[in-house]
Structure formats: C-alpha cells, structure tokens
C-alpha cells in the first residue's frame, strides 16, 4: 500500500470565501501514483472547511446568505461568549461546524471518482492569514 501526504496552505483576502480545490486535488493523486484507494482532504484549522458540492456561483451565493443568517459576524462580546476571550470570530467556528472539517473522495483508475458536478471546495469563515489543508492519498 502506498500512502502520500501534502499540505495546501490558503491566505484568502476575504472573511468568507469559497474556492475551488479540485484541480489541486487531482494533481496530488496523480502524484502519488494511486490507482485504486482513498483521498483524504481536511482543514486544519477551526474556523475553515473542506466540503463537496457544485462550482456554481449563485450555489456559493446562496450559502453565504445562508451562513451569515445562521450565525451572523458579530465582534462584540455581546453575542457570543466565545467574543469574551478577546477573540472575534465565534461566527467562523460555528459556520465550520455547519460545512463541514473533512472529505474523502475514492480514487478509481488514478481518477477521483465523483458523482455528477461533484467538487471540493475550501470553505473560509476567518479569512486573510494562512491556514492549512492536509492531503493524504492511501491505496495501491
């Protein structure tokens, strides 16, 4: 069995943001030299995702809202305990809950093996500092 590690490192400019990871993905299997097995792809960080869904704009429009409404920014201590510790981002920690820390995606013939539109995304909620995604490809 063969087992193959990356780290991603992301700097997003924005609080929220979500950006297209596939090709990044797909290059690490190949790199491996896998045929058949598992990738496994998680955010390392408490306030960031690794999801998988369509590369559609109004989609990643449609979960901002959707994000924002559940658990809207709010710096003040006033909303969220978490705030009270000199933090900021009670928000972030709540929306990685909801998108979800991690991914694994079966890798057939080399190939991720996807359904249709499938993509993974990293899903940022704290954004512009660097944070860290792991890539661990395992299989023959």
């Known amino acids: 069995m063969k087992c193959h590690t990356e780290y991603l490192t992301f700097n997003l400019p924005a609080r929220m943001a979500f950006e297209n990871i596939t090709p990044k993905i797909e290059a690490i299997v190949r790199a491996s030299g896998v045929q058949e097995g598992l990738v496994l792809v998680n955010a390392m960080h408490i306030t960031a995702s690794v999801f998988i869904n369509d590369d559609e704009p109004g989609l990643h429009s449609d ?38 820390r991690e991914v694994v995606v079966a890798i057939t013939k080399g190939q991720l093996d996807f359904g ?25």
Do not use: C
Not at 67 to 95: C, I, V, W
Not at 120 to 136: A, T
């Open 63 to 100: 979960y901002k809202k959707w994000l924002e409404n559940l658990a809207p920014f709010d710096a003040s201590p006033q909303r969220y305990a978490h705030n009270r510790t000199g933090e900021d981002n009670a928000d972030a920690h709540m929306k990685r809950q909801i998108m979800g």
């Open 116 to 140: 249709p539109w499938e993509q993974i995304f990293y899903g940022e909620f704290d954004g512009r500092r660097d944070k860290r995604v792991l890539v661990k490809v395992i299989g023959e």
